[in-house]
């Protein structure tokens, strides 16, 4: 990525290893790459968690367009609706698992 869009995202290396950044490129829809965008996961508490955008930059760091920002933000919605679902999921797992009848199972 970061030869194709001649930038530095090669030095999030550790970020993404460590879970806190994930790095991803972005293309039109025929295909060519218009930008990249580094999400960060903010852990708020142990069962919430959100994410956020930490940069979006086009090729040589340039500014993006704002089809292109209205992308990674619509991106970003996607992201966060399906981790609520995933913690929603959880909580109620974790409910039925505590009321569960015990003679029943």
Not at 14 to 29: E, K, M, N, Y
Not at 56 to 75: M, Q, V, Y
Not at 76 to 93: C, P, S, T
Request: aromatic letters at 8%; glycine letters at 6%.
């Amino acid at each position: 990525e970061s030869d194709r869009m001649h930038h530095c995202v090669w030095t999030y290396d550790t970020r993404c290893a460590q879970g806190l950044s994930c790095i991803f490129a972005v293309s039109d829809p025929q295909g060519n790459r218009v930008s990249t965008l580094e999400v960060h996961l903010i852990w708020e508490s142990p069962n919430n968690k959100q994410f956020t955008i930490n940069q979006h930059r086009g090729p040589h760091n340039e500014k993006i367009s704002e089809k292109t920002e209205h992308a990674g933000l619509a991106f970003l919605e996607f992201l966060n609706v399906d981790e609520r679902i995933e913690q929603g999921r959880k909580r109620l797992a974790e409910r039925n698992r505590v009321y569960r009848n015990p003679i029943r199972g």
